[in-house]
């Protein structure tokens, strides 16, 4: 039975991190703001996830900073002190999420079911979320079914300042525009060097520019410089020179995104732009990039069935790989393949308007 009948007067939503995560929850908060306009909405995150969702119309956005540790806790506490929310959509499964969730009072308190909870979240909630399928976003959704919305069908409309899409202008020519991101914040996730750099020579020969993209992280920094030392035809180094309002801009503008399982690849679902991800450690069911699950080149049942000798369907939802070399399955003639295919399908090597 859905908790509001009539809209509440104010909502509490808490989900720390990741990038990609705080994207796939973006549809949720678009949608409490379509049926309920007037509901007032608090997204509790992390200091850099802010970065991006501050873009957010109608939303009051407050930082959490966990690398402060108790005092981070303490600084959330003090500024939530006094309020009341009508219920607190507790979207984090991880402990210090549930520590946090402690200054937020609210009579409903939201929860993954327990099969999805980790981290003993359920004792931090008075209610249990069932998921609407098996993507990561529609278990987000599942808390828009709880609370009493219609509409559950995710939709993203992010605007972006034009200060950053001034800014993205200049690295776009009259070529199509594919953005690599070659790492996610965990090495193992990330895709080969040479890889990425043979993927450059294909884009560049069917006429594409070709630009890499990621966080300041030295780890990325240090693969994106092999990326280039490898070959001639990367265009642009962008690796840690983008806010996250500059790096949204120009993915907007781009004709294609290509990335492992990180925050760039569901930052694309934001603003529509079609992606190729590159799973092995997770279920691109689950984690996939959105609207482009169907384009993903995944090894993750293969290397599942070398660990364990079992199918996904024979595992818990959040089974991860843990063999740190499972990306290195992951074959070229893959890559390209699911390239080309996009592509076509997309139309996206005629030249932009």
Same mark, same amino acid.
């Given at each position: 039975?859905?908790?509001?009948?009539?809209?509440?007067?104010?909502?509490?939503?808490?989900?720390?991190s @990741?990038?990609?995560?705080?994207?796939h929850?973006?549809?949720?908060?678009?949608?409490?703001?379509?049926?309920? &306009?007037?509901?007032r909405?608090t997204?509790?995150?992390?200091r850099?996830?802010?970065?991006?969702l501050?873009?957010? &119309?109608?939303?009051?956005?407050?930082? $959490?900073?966990?690398?402060?540790?108790?005092?981070?806790?303490?600084?959330?506490?003090?500024?939530? %002190?006094?309020?009341r929310?009508?219920?607190? !959509?507790?979207? +984090?499964?991880?402990?210090?999420?549930?520590?946090a969730?402690?200054?937020?009072?609210?009579?409903?308190?939201?929860?993954?079911? %327990?099969?999805?909870?980790?981290?003993? +979240?359920w004792?931090?909630t008075n !209610?249990?979320?069932a998921?609407?399928?098996?993507?990561?976003?529609?278990?987000?959704?599942?808390?828009?079914?709880?609370?009493?919305?219609?509409?559950?069908?995710?939709?993203?409309?992010?605007?972006?300042p034009?200060?950053a899409?001034?800014?993205?202008?200049?690295? #776009?020519?009259? #070529?199509?525009?594919?953005?690599?991101?070659?790492?996610?914040?965990?090495?193992?996730?990330?895709?080969?060097a040479?890889g990425?750099?043979?993927?450059?020579?294909? @884009?560049?020969?069917?006429?594409?520019?070709?630009?890499?993209?990621?966080?300041? @992280?030295?780890m990325?920094?240090?693969?994106?410089?092999?990326?280039?030392? !490898?070959?001639?035809? =990367?265009?642009?180094?962008?690796v840690?020179?983008?806010?996250?309002?500059?790096?949204?801009a120009?993915?907007?503008a781009?004709?294609?995104?290509?990335?492992?399982?990180?925050? &760039?690849?569901?930052?694309?679902?934001?603003?529509?732009?079609?992606?190729i991800?590159?799973?092995?450690?997770?279920?691109?069911?689950?984690?996939? &990039?959105?609207?482009?699950?169907?384009?993903?080149?995944?090894?993750?049942?293969?290397?599942?069935?070398?660990?364990?000798?079992?199918t996904?369907?024979q595992?818990?939802?959040?089974?991860?790989?843990r063999?740190?070399?499972?990306?290195?399955?992951?074959?070229?003639?893959?890559? =390209?393949?699911?390239?080309?295919?996009?592509?076509?399908? $997309?139309?996206?090597?005629q030249?932009?308007?």
């Amino acid at each position: 039975m859905a908790l509001f009948s009539s809209p509440p007067s104010s909502l509490c939503l808490l989900r720390l991190s @990741a990038i990609g995560d705080c994207c796939h929850a973006v549809a949720l908060v678009q949608a409490i703001q379509r049926q309920w &306009p007037r509901t007032r909405i608090t997204w509790i995150t992390g200091r850099v996830e802010a970065g991006l969702l501050q873009l957010l &119309p109608g939303v009051e956005v407050i930082p $959490f900073d966990k690398k402060a540790g108790w005092k981070g806790y303490l600084a959330l506490w003090r500024q939530l %002190r006094g309020r009341r929310f009508d219920a607190l !959509l507790h979207m +984090q499964a991880a402990l210090r999420a549930s520590i946090a969730s402690l200054g937020v009072r609210a009579r409903y308190r939201l929860g993954f079911e %327990r099969e999805r909870a980790k981290d003993g +979240q359920w004792l931090f909630t008075n !209610l249990r979320v069932a998921a609407t399928g098996d993507h990561v976003v529609d278990g987000f959704m599942g808390f828009g079914r709880a609370l009493g919305l219609d509409d559950l069908a995710p939709r993203w409309s992010l605007p972006l300042p034009e200060a950053a899409r001034d800014w993205a202008r200049p690295h #776009r020519d009259h #070529r199509p525009l594919l953005l690599i991101c070659p790492a996610a914040s965990k090495a193992y996730k990330n895709w080969t060097a040479e890889g990425y750099a043979a993927l450059a020579d294909h @884009a560049h020969g069917r006429g594409m520019k070709v630009i890499l993209i990621g966080s300041p @992280a030295r780890m990325e920094q240090e693969l994106a410089a092999n990326i280039c030392n !490898l070959g001639d035809n =990367i265009d642009e180094n962008l690796v840690g020179k983008t806010s996250l309002p500059q790096l949204l801009a120009l993915i907007e503008a781009a004709s294609l995104v290509v990335a492992p399982d990180t925050g &760039p690849a569901h930052m694309a679902t934001l603003v529509d732009t079609p992606v190729i991800g590159l799973y092995a450690h997770h279920n691109p069911r689950r984690t996939g &990039p959105y609207r482009c699950r169907d384009y993903v080149v995944s090894v993750y049942e293969e290397a599942l069935l070398a660990e364990t000798g079992k199918t996904p369907a024979q595992l818990p939802w959040r089974t991860r790989v843990r063999d740190p070399h499972a990306m290195q399955r992951i074959t070229l003639d893959q890559v =390209i393949a699911q390239f080309d295919r996009i592509t076509r399908d $997309f139309n996206l090597l005629q030249e932009p308007s």
